[in-house]
């Protein structure tokens, strides 16, 4: 038999440093590390190309056994609307469910409906997963007695109680009991519920609250990782060995639509996880690991492009080895999901398994230099973080003390500025705008929030709700307000210069920028001269202006045109780029220059006050 032939046959080997070499060349003096190499927010460096010579990996397997359930979400509190998107869910694709239940302000159904709202469902078929909050206790008491009265075999029940009290507290800031009688109470539940039902699993080490607030990668992994310490000692004073205590327990990460770094993730999470077991005795066993897709990514404007931040949120869940994975659908922020938009959420897990085969193979991402390098980084990372928490004392006192929220807060205060200056970008938010957007039609009504009714045993700060859009939707919800009110959104009159072909990057430029923030950019087809342009701005009746065009007209025509606008009553004047005669120009009444780069939050912000929107009238 004849050896295959090589891709690389017939080519010469290029070395690391050649590729370098030629890079630079073609970069023609900019700085290679600067423009060829980034860095995550937990300061890994992410090379441009990953080769044999810069390739970091400790080779552990990454293995999930089979297909990844396809999970589904359900919170609506009327009980008999979740039963039937349950049934439909169930029939057309999804393999597992998660139930919400009424958590303190968070809406779901009454622990007392599992009846209604599981009608139909084979217990024995599709785990049912819960996320009962600081009531666990009530709520997994009501769901017990409801298995009992199942005709089902105690041994085919599937599923995780969701019981994880040191998350609701960093979550919601309170708990029933103090923390320690909490963490306490879950054990002995878990003990019980092992006893009769081998395979349902009561704890879960859930990081979604501290993604939500803005954690890094490596934030949320060390978050996760002090957790499940906390409970596996927590399980040894209660005289239960760390190898039975796993089996009680599952771990659920939020994911989002950076696939690199979270493939990276879900790699690394397994990794880190079987060093904390080894370290604790146990080898041979894993924890199932469960993905949801984030809320910090989506958006309530142009929501259709949460369709595709879920698919890449999926793609990395599943490329990254995910046991269960739960996309939210696209309308999740507008109110109670449509049917249509939870068909989507579901058919993005079905074709991406079903079509694209991505289940068939364990570990997908083995071998690639660049993976196994981000793996490896970020575990590392993760480590460090874990350490520190532990060095505190441990996830609890850290999430008391505060710790934890301060060190998110300085990470999500890093992370604003980028998407300020758009650096980085939101599309349909802060990039490409559609300031006329017809609202989704989402007839599904929002819950009501419940009130709190019971005393907290224990209160520290909640970790903030952050989502990457909301700053420009808080602008954005201001111009809605102003035309609402007014019939006008607020404006900004496009001062284009020479022809069409001159002017158009820029005007392109402003339009996009203005719009991020609600402010309704008046374009034209372009002036030759300042009397036509001092004509037809006054005819707009904007307060505001942005003059477009090119550096040459900039030269010739910028200062000319800046002192007609201010004497058409211009009240605030931009110009789009940074010519070299900005001096001039901003003697001539040129208030501000906006140009890729600058503080776009920061300069939006600043005119809609001066622009008096979405103040009362």
């Known amino acids: ?34 423009v060829m190499k980034a860095r995550s927010y937990d300061n890994i460096e992410i090379e441009a190309l990953y080769t044999p010579e810069n390739v970091r990996s400790d080779a552990q397997p990454n293995v999930r056994s089979g297909s990844w359930h ?56 599709a785990p049912v997963n819960l996320i009962p909050g600081e009531a666990f206790a009530e709520t997994v008491d ?5 298995l009992g009265q199942s005709d089902i ?159 890449s949120a999926c793609f990395a869940a599943g490329v990254g080895g995910a046991d269960r994975i739960s996309i939210l659908p696209h309308d999740s922020l507008i109110g109670m999901s449509s049917r249509f938009a939870r068909r989507i959420a579901r058919n993005v897990q079905i074709i991406l398994q079903e079509e694209s085969s991505l289940a068939v193979v ?9 993976f196994e390098t981000l793996t490896t980084d970020l575990s590392e990372k993760a480590w460090e973080y874990f350490q520190k928490i532990e060095k505190s004392g441990d996830v609890k006192s850290a999430i008391v003390n505060n710790t934890i929220q301060s060190d ?46 019971a005393d907290a045993g224990e209160e520290t700060t909640p970790l903030p709700f952050h989502r990457l859009s909301e700053s420009f939707e808080y602008l954005r919800s201001l111009s809605d307000a102003e035309l609402e009110s007014t019939d006008k959104r607020p404006q900004i009159f496009l001062a284009n210069l020479g022809s069409v072909a001159a002017h158009t990057a820029r005007a392109t430029f402003a339009k996009n920028f203005f719009e991020a923030g609600g402010i309704e ?41 800046a002192k007609a606008l201010k004497a058409a009553g211009c009240e605030y004047l931009y110009l789009a780029g940074k010519p070299a005669n900005m001096d001039e120009l901003r003697g001539a009444g040129v208030d501000d220059f906006i140009f890729l780069g600058c503080d776009v939050l920061g300069t939006l912000e600043d005119l809609m006050k001066k622009l008096n929107a979405g103040e009362e009238k």
């Not at 009424?102 to 409906?113: L, T, V």
């Open 408 to 453: 998110i807060e300085a990470e999500w205060q890093e992370r604003m500025k980028n998407i300020a200056k758009r650096k980085d970008a939101i599309t349909g938010v802060s990039e490409f705008p559609d300031i006329h957007e017809k609202p989704i039609d989402n007839t599904g009504d929002t819950p009501d929030f419940i009130e709190i009714v």
């Open 153 to 311: 075999k105690c041994t085919e029940i599937k599923g995780c109680l969701g019981v994880d009290p040191i998350g609701v507290l960093a979550k919601t800031g309170r708990l029933l009991t103090s923390l320690d009688e909490s963490v306490s109470a879950a054990v002995i539940l878990s003990k019980e519920v092992a006893g009769k039902y081998p395979n349902l699993r009561t704890n879960s080490v859930d990081t979604s609250a501290y993604h939500l607030a803005g954690a890094t990668e490596a934030q949320e992994l060390g978050v996760m990782l002090s957790t499940l310490a906390s409970y596996l000692r927590a399980f040894e004073n209660a005289c239960v060995a760390p190898a039975d205590a796993v089996d009680q327990i599952e771990i659920s990460l939020a994911v989002d639509a950076d696939i690199y770094l979270n493939i990276a993730k879900f790699r690394s999470a397994r990794r880190l996880i079987a060093s904390l077991l080894k370290a604790c005795g146990v080898e041979g066993k894993t924890i199932p690991i469960n993905a949801v897709s984030s809320l910090r990514m989506m958006t309530v404007k142009d929501p259709w492009v949460n369709i595709l931040r879920a698919t």
């Open 1 to 34: 038999m004849s050896t295959p032939a090589s891709y690389s046959d017939g080519f010469d080997a290029v070395s690391d440093s050649e590729w370098r070499d030629l890079v630079e060349k073609t970069l023609k003096g900019k700085p290679f590390d600067k």
């Open 142 to 146: 009501s769901y017990l007695k409801y």
């Open 521 to 561: 950019a008046l374009s034209n087809a372009g002036f030759s001269n300042t009397a036509d342009l001092g004509a037809s701005y006054i005819e707009s009746r904007a307060k505001a202006a942005v003059i477009c065009g090119s550096d040459a007209d900039y030269e010739a025509l910028g200062a000319e045109v």
């Open 362 to 370: 364990a570990d997908p991402a083995a071998g690639s230099f660049a």
């Open 70 to 125: 396809i999970d589904t979400g359900h919170w609506n509190p009327d009980a008999k609307a979740t039963n039937a998107a349950i049934l439909d869910d169930l029939e057309r694709g999804a393999t597992s469910i998660t139930l919400k239940t009424q958590a303190g302000h968070f809406p779901g159904i009454k622990a007392s409906e599992f009846a209604i709202a599981l009608d139909g469902v084979f217990l024995n078929l």
